[in-house]
């Protein structure tokens, strides 16, 4: 009999090499003679370890969803066996519903941003944001005008992966793969800034060129075939690019101007992420529709959630009006009474009060990266930062061997290896990325910037 020398971890990246399909990810480099799987075992507060007990700064949030961090499991646990224990199952549809799901689309309404005060759950932020489209196709129709069949998204914007999500997804890579989009959706300039003229840096005559183009597109497309336009408070894909002011008040404008829903995707950005319940609330928002997901458990279970104004639930509630949609789980009663847990807890711990006491501090530390010389921007609010690179080519950009050597190897190797797992992007332009848990105290938010700091300077050494 042979002894296997592999460590825990081996044997589980060799199953999972077998075994498991994950996201995102080229699975035939996986396995042997390729890539390992990064296992994650266990996490307490805001640190995993991996399946050899090494550990980790979750320095991402598992993927913005853990908000609370990893220690509060035993509270999660109470919550779900007493849920488990009184329902386990019971769907929110055909005039159906249970009490849990009916308690936290209260409480949701409590929290969420004026005049919204209608919940339809889902199973995640894709989901949220297909019924936020299903939704504004039958505000629309009911009132007359189902020639509104398109949509108005963002440049380098990511808002999920199922079919009608992906359709306003900026993404070639993405989208390509599986043919045209099932929207038609019309893409107008995101809010960065950097790269942009001098005069830009203004905030007033930033807004006024981002709202005169997406008037012209709004007039180009017909502004009677024009349904919604979505948009991130902080878009996230392209590194937490932040909006200048009057930015969404200007967009508020142009909605009412010209009739179409303003749908605001917080999937990531609501319950604390910039220091608010919902993120769009630091910029002044007023949408419509607002989705969310992720932190609404905190990570402890999936849910997803679209959040409608009273202008809308007015019309698609009219008597004898049906919404022909749903999602088996939607609602599902273990995933709510988390979602009730998750609120409960970040109210009683004053988990917004954290981030707000420590945003500048994380503020300050990240924005000292820019002495870097490969570091051209760094950009976010809350806790929610990226650093965009530039590198060994005229104009910014990186050649391929240095793309290959920094952004595909030593960036993300050396800072796994200093213990922090951030995210580092290969695709438009090249990023680090950090999105911490929201109890993360000042020590930790001043190592996660040492430890990018340092692995940067490194980098830079290398152009």
Request: hydrophobic letters at 40%; charged letters at 25%.
């Amino acid at each position: 009999m042979t002894t296997s020398t592999r460590t825990p971890a081996g044997e589980l990246s060799a199953t999972a090499a077998r075994h498991l399909l994950l996201n995102m990810t080229p699975n035939g480099s996986l396995g042997p003679g390729g890539e390992d799987v990064f296992v994650v075992r266990r996490g307490e507060g805001p640190y995993v370890e991996d399946a050899d007990g090494r550990r980790y700064i979750d320095g991402l949030s598992g993927l913005y969803c853990c908000q609370l961090g990893y220690s509060y499991g035993p509270e999660f646990a109470e919550a779900a066996d007493k849920q488990l224990r009184e329902l386990c199952f019971s769907p929110l549809w055909s005039g159906s519903a249970h009490r849990t799901g009916i308690e936290l689309a209260e409480r949701l309404s409590r929290l969420a941003p004026v005049d919204i005060e209608h919940t339809f759950f889902s199973g995640g932020g894709a989901e949220a944001v297909e019924t936020a489209w299903k939704i504004a196709r039958r505000y629309h129709a009911l009132r007359g005008e189902a020639g509104r069949t398109k949509a108005i998204s963002r440049r380098g914007a990511y808002h999920g992966l199922t079919v009608g999500a992906l359709s306003f997804t900026d993404d070639p890579g993405l989208r390509e793969p599986y043919g045209p989009g099932a929207i038609e959706t019309r893409f107008v300039s995101n809010t960065n800034r950097f790269g942009l003229a001098p005069e830009f840096v203004d905030d007033e005559t930033f807004t006024s060129r981002l709202l005169a183009e997406l008037e012209a597109a709004i007039l180009a497309e017909g502004p009677e075939t024009v349904a919604m336009l979505i948009a991130e408070p902080v878009q996230n894909r392209g590194g937490c690019i932040t909006p200048p002011e009057g930015y969404w008040q200007g967009l508020r404008v142009l909605a009412d101007r010209y009739g179409f829903l303003l749908v605001a995707d917080e999937v990531i950005t609501a319950f604390g992420r910039l220091g608010e319940w919902f993120g769009g609330d630091r910029y002044g928002a007023r949408p419509d529709i607002v989705t969310v997901a992720k932190g609404i458990t905190a990570g402890y279970a999936p849910m997803g959630a679209t959040l409608v104004s009273n202008r809308v639930t007015e019309v698609i509630n009219r008597p004898g009006a049906v919404l022909n949609h749903g999602y088996t789980f939607a609602g599902h009663p273990l995933s709510a009474a988390i979602a009730l847990r998750s609120l409960e807890i970040m109210e009683r711990d004053r988990i917004l009060d954290n981030v707000r006491g420590l945003q500048d501090r994380l503020a300050d530390r990240m924005t000292s990266l820019t002495d870097l010389p490969i570091v051209g921007d760094v950009r976010g609010a809350g806790f929610f930062y990226a650093c965009e690179l530039v590198g060994d080519l005229d104009g910014g950009g990186f050649s391929d061997t240095a793309r290959a050597d920094l952004i595909v190897d030593l960036i993300p190797r050396r800072l796994r290896e200093a213990g922090l797992l951030a995210r580092v992007y290969n695709r438009a332009a090249p990023l680090v990325q950090i999105a911490p848990p929201l109890i993360s105290d000042r020590a930790l938010l001043d190592r996660i910037a040492e430890v990018v700091a340092d692995t940067l300077d490194e980098a830079a050494a290398r152009l």
